[in-house]
Nanobody
């Protein structure tokens, strides 16, 4: 079956860095727009970033200039490099696969991981 398994979450201080990974299996990874959503209890789910099949990346406004999304199709792995984090980045981060870029950004991803928690605190 399809699996998206996130890793790399944890606790970090403001201004620090963290790198998330997502290992995909069970579908043709290279054919999907991949990316990250995040959610905090009581808040709306938010798009963090995406990287499409051609390698083009897009970011949510709140993370532009701080986060970098990338993919390695040879390893079926998606990454999110998080730099200069702040307390507002605290959330559960979900790896998502969308059949198209539009599907992804409209929150209609075909496959979702279980998430990895990121906590930013002094």
């Amino acid at each position: 079956g399809v699996q998206l398994v996130e890793s790399g979450g944890g606790s970090v201080q403001p201004g620090g860095s963290l790198r998330l990974s997502c290992l995909a299996s069970g579908f043709t990874y290279s054919n999907y727009c991949m990316g990250w959503f995040r959610q905090t209890p009581g808040k709306v789910r938010e798009v963090v970033a995406s990287v499409d099949t051609d390698g083009s990346a897009m970011y949510g406004d709140s993370v532009k200039g701080r986060f970098t999304v990338s993919r390695d199709n040879s390893k079926n792995t998606l990454y999110l490099q998080m730099n200069n984090v702040n307390v507002e980045d605290t959330a559960k981060y979900y790896c998502v696969a969308g059949r198209t870029f539009v599907d992804f950004w409209r929150g209609r991803g075909n496959y979702w991981g279980r998430g990895t928690q990121v906590t930013v605190s002094p």
